[in-house]
């Protein structure tokens, strides 16, 4: 058997379909792993005959050796897209990991990132296409154990997506002068509503989670690069560079060149 640990896909599909309303599939007979995103609509699958409701913005996945047959929302079109893995002897360990998991999980922004750019991989012109679309598959499948594993340790729902979104936009701009209604507008929330979740999921506030993850950074920064410690300031959204260093040595007790010394020395 494969180790669970470091299983690789010896081969991957990828696609995407708007079935129409009262749509139909099947009966067919799942030969692969297969993680089944809904984005808009409902669908039932009967699995060897014991049918499973999936709602739109979940993500379900399906195993190989089983009959399937689908039936899609009577009111409205269901938009679903499809990740399908190929491996010739799945591990029995990841199989039990899958299939204890809730069924279906919430479609994460991760995930729903994710299945994107395996979509556009599609039509890629890169000669490594396919060895990353192996890759984003891994990927997808470790995600939906480690989301599926993260509810039942008690978790009642996944990150909420306003303050996934707020993450990133953080992420993305952290060299950038950053404002609370800013972030809140990225997240499609109000500022109130943004610092409420932040604080039930994160205990913490949208700027203070900022300016960590300034300093995180900074921190990266002079560990890993030769650059100086006030362009690096600049960069991850000081002011100036004492502001920086106090901030540096209120996290890692030390100065910046000291942080610098201290990973740069030659053992």
Not at 20 to 49: A, E, K, Y
Not at 181 to 194: G, K, N, W
């Amino acid at each position: 058997m494969i180790d669970d640990k470091c299983f690789w896909p010896e081969k991957v599909s990828v696609g995407e379909v708007i079935y129409p309303p009262g749509g139909v599939f099947g009966p067919r007979l799942q030969r692969n792993l297969q993680l089944v995103m809904l984005h808009s609509g409902r669908m039932t699958v009967w699995i060897d005959g014991v049918p499973r409701t999936s709602l739109a913005d979940t993500v379900c996945v399906l195993f190989p050796g089983h009959e399937e047959r689908f039936a899609y929302a009577e009111e409205c079109e269901t938009w679903h897209s499809w990740l399908h893995i190929f491996i010739p002897q799945l591990s029995e360990t990841l199989l039990a990991r899958l299939a204890r998991l809730p069924w279906p999980l919430q479609l994460s922004p991760a995930m729903t990132d994710l299945i994107r750019e395996a979509l556009a991989l599609r039509n890629s012109p890169l000669s490594t296409a396919d060895t990353l679309l192996k890759a984003l598959a891994v990927q997808m499948i470790w995600r939906y154990i480690g989301e599926g594993e993260l509810l039942m340790d008690g978790a009642t729902t996944l990150p909420d997506p306003a303050v996934e979104n707020a993450r990133h936009f953080i992420h993305a701009h952290l060299g950038e002068p950053l404002t609370l209604d800013m972030i809140a507008t990225a997240a499609a929330v109000s500022p109130p509503h943004l610092i409420r979740m932040f604080r039930q999921e994160l205990n913490t506030t949208p700027m203070a989670y900022l300016w960590e993850r300034r300093v995180t950074q900074g921190i990266e920064l002079l560990r890993q690069t030769g650059l100086s410690v006030g362009e690096i300031a600049e960069r991850c959204g000081f002011r100036t560079s004492y502001h920086f260093s106090r901030r540096v040595r209120q996290a890692a007790g030390l100065s910046p060149l000291e942080v610098r010394h201290q990973a740069w020395e030659c053992r």
